[in-house]
């Protein structure tokens, strides 16, 4: 799979923008064009602006590049709903609350409503749909299914997502492990039974350590 | 033709795993959300920040002229589109007019008020905060009770009293029970609004066909038929040129067993853009706009012989309507004053309701609607008439349970329970969970100075809604069943599932009886472009009512493949067994596949035949079946905190037969972790002014993955007479079941410091103050 590094996708300057630096540029009136993000480094270097109008980003989703135009304010949620139409995150509570909207940006689950979609370039994305590998379901997926971990299917990616980051990160969890470790999302179906039980047995498939 | 015939095994009660996951676990499922059309438009809606205002004056001027928006509506242009209907009637019932959006009045904060469509959705909110409109605030009220006292702000200022209606019931001769009674208790018991917060907020895609003169309706609905007859009612359209489509719903739990605003309204703009337009509710509009469930103050009294024998009982129900009656708004209570006496022999019933206007958002239907207050109510009381006759809570329920001779039960409130063995799923109950042990345990527990307590609610429910001469808009159901050219199946069913499972276990159905593959079984719904009329999935009623109209589609089918397979077969003496019409005689047999290709080639047709094979049913339940069961809850208070630990969880649930294991475990899981909720950590909290303080996931405490402890679940199956299946139903079990398993569970742990009840939901500060206290509230 290819990835951002190894591609020809402009890296942030070190001065990219910061979510601090990107609030106080539209405080300021905004209007300017410049900032990192751009696409074109002679602009880049203008100052540390964007917006309000749209920005040319390039986004790295499931392994492939992405070249968009957003304005600043659009949250990567959207980029990928609206603009790539990858549909599988969800919006249910845009406040970074339930975790419906959970992707993977560097590996780590992030709550893809809070996160601004020209703060995600240059970064390795992975959504639901970059889960499955053609008719084959993700082991975490397989899991879900054979615990009964989803009824409405809503808040559904989205745990899949974070579970899958979970389990990279604690290889051989417990059922208490997976009630924490997964306390940022929300299922109001109330599955969280099959839940814990699905990410325990995809843990063990995955290979955790004890496993 | 073969000579032998592989009989399936039966799939029906197995576990099967849901036909429905894979596109849900890939993503790839469509909500309304994820619908796109080419020129789509996106609407915004401006709503009230005030609970009563009259409205002096909108300007949309510099709105309209935003770069991007296509148009922006008041109430004013939206005269003519009917009003938000109330399917309910009682006596004497006022029902405000209901527009679309707020003319001169706002009554609630969320109150729509006018609606910008723009070409994105992010113009479309921006152009929201360049409408000016001029409120003059007025005073509000938003406790139902405060409501009620003289003096108090008019929520509509045509009925300065505040009362929506009134409605009583007298059963049996409360009067004389209590007379005679030797011991009475009193309690004002409070069920609190709660959110329904289904994960998916409401959303509609409206598209207008100019060439066609159809209109498509994409809704998040569980009632596509009845939306599509009540939203051509209220553009003025013919109902056969209005197609609503439920794609993929992200729940409902009642919430969206209505009909909006909203969806009237983005029908009327999508006609008047010419183009098809977008709206989806945010989070803070949901919990604004979107009807909340419960909302109930009630007064309770009961009366007993000092034998623990219960007399009879006095309910007076106050139900905090909000400021309009939303689809089905005054019914909800009367199913709480129907389940009253929950499952109990007494008969002897005074009950009435007052319905009360407030300026909130309506009460409507959430999961268990009016059933679990009543349950919340009755299983305190039968609580409180034990402490008070120091009998443990169990003996006193077994003394009171009608027995399984007694059935059907007829009861004071007018009821007829289909079957039952009451004291089964109490008595299995406290097998598992070791009860003598556990009053041992807490015996200990207290001499340690730790506040363990044990919790019983033995719950009925009134499910499969129903008789059509129960519903307002009848309790039927409606099922196509196919068998295509190729063999394959398909189903229409008028249910419309959202999260349930019923595609699985109306397939498993169709597999058993036409001996098919679960794989080649495909059920539709939710389209009413493709469905036969049909009334939807609320109130327990899906499989029960709508696997009934199935089950009945099939045998008609059976007949018509014997037909046919008899013909093929050249025999007058066939049976339809294992997916093959077999002739008795010879052992010959004709697999459905080929008797599907010859009666739709139809060169030769059976006697009496018609080409095809197809069959459709509308089925009339007789009556609504009754599940019941018993939930245990041991838990223990930290004094420290006031946070309540569930030690353990055992539910035994009755839902008559299962056809699904899998599926009806998710469904009390996902019931009792709503009933959780209500108990211990939700509510939904307006200020004396009438603003919704918890308007965000933030602030409102749906329950987490941390918060849901381990179920030990098990069943009794009593199966129901009132249908050929079986079965009762189990949506709203656990829900109903499971708060006063907790609060009952919370108070014997506090008893020792002299409480005898409280209100939910049981938060660590609430407990904390009242130990603080000693137990004085």
Known sequence: ?211 | MATTVTKTEPIVGKGVRRKEDPRLITGTATYVDDIEMPGMRYAAILRSPHAAAKILRIETSAAAAHPGVVAVFTGDDTRDVGPVPCAASLPGLRAPEHKVLATDRVYYVGHPVAVVVAADRYVAQDALDLIEVEYEPQPAVADPEKALEPGAPAVHPEWPDNRAFTYQHEGGDAAKAFAEADVVVKQRIVSQRLIPTAMETRGVVAAWDAGMRTLTLHSSTQIPHLMRSLVAAMVGMPENRLRVVTPEVGGGFGSKLNVYAEEALLAWISMRIGKPVKWIESRRENYQATIHGRGHVDYYELAARKDGTILGLKAKIIQDCGAYHQLLTPAIPTLSLLMAPGIYRFRNVSAEIIGVFTNCVPTDAYRGAGRPEATHCIERMVDLLAAELKMDPAEIRLKNFPGPDEFPFETGTGLSYDSGDYAAPLKKAMEIAGYEGLREEQRRARNEGRFLGIGISTYGEICALGPSSALPAGGWESATVRVEPSGKVTVATGTSPHGQGEETSFAQIVADELGVDLDDVEVIHGDTGIVQYGIGTFGSRTLAVGGTAIHYACQDLKTKIKQWGAMLLESDDVRFEGGACVCNKTGKSVPLAEIAAAAYRALKLPPGAEPGLVATRFWEPSNFTFPFGAHIAVTEVDPETGQVEIKRYVAVDDCGRIINPLLVAGQIHGGVAQGLGQALYEEAVYDENGQLVTGELMDYAVPKATMVPHIESSHTETPSPVNPLGVKGVGEAGTIGCSPAVVNSVVDALSPLGVKHIDMPLTPEKLWRLIAKGGQA
């Not at chain 1, 009136?29 to 540390?48: H, I, N, T």
């Not at chain 1, 084959?136 to 009964?148: C, G, Q, R, T």
């Not at chain 1, 969890?173 to 109330?190: A, F, I, S, Y």
């Open chain 1, 1 to 211: 799979m290819r990835s951002p590094k190894e591609s020809q996708v402009r890296k942030l300057p070190e001065s990219g923008v910061s979510r601090r630096g990107f609030l106080q540029g539209v405080s300021l009136g905004g209007g300017a064009l410049g900032a990192a993000v751009l696409e074109r480094p002679a602009e880049a270097a203008q100052s540390g602006v964007v917006g309000p109008g749209e920005v040319s980003i390039t986004l790295w989703v499931n392994g492939k590049e992405h070249e968009l135009r957003v304005e600043p304010r659009v949250t990567l949620l959207d980029a990928l709903r609206d603009r790539l139409g990858l549909t599988g995150a969800k919006r249910v509570c845009d406040r970074g609350t339930c975790g419906a909207c959970t992707v993977l940006v560097e590996g780590k689950a992030v709550y893809a409503c809070t996160t601004l979609a020209i703060d995600a370039q240059g970064k390795n994305i992975q959504t639901i749909e970059g889960m499955t590998r053609g008719s084959e379901l993700h082991p975490v997926m397989k899991a879900f299914v054979n615990n009964d971990a989803q009824q409405c299917g809503f808040c559904t990616p989205g745990f899949v997502v974070a579970a899958k980051a979970f389990i990279d990160e604690h290889p051989n969890p417990t059922e208490e492990d997976v009630m924490n470790g997964l306390g940022g999302n929300l299922c109001r179906c109330g599955t969280y039974i099959g839940i814990r039980k699905a990410v325990v047995e995809a843990a063990k498939a995955m290979g955790g350590r004890n496993a």
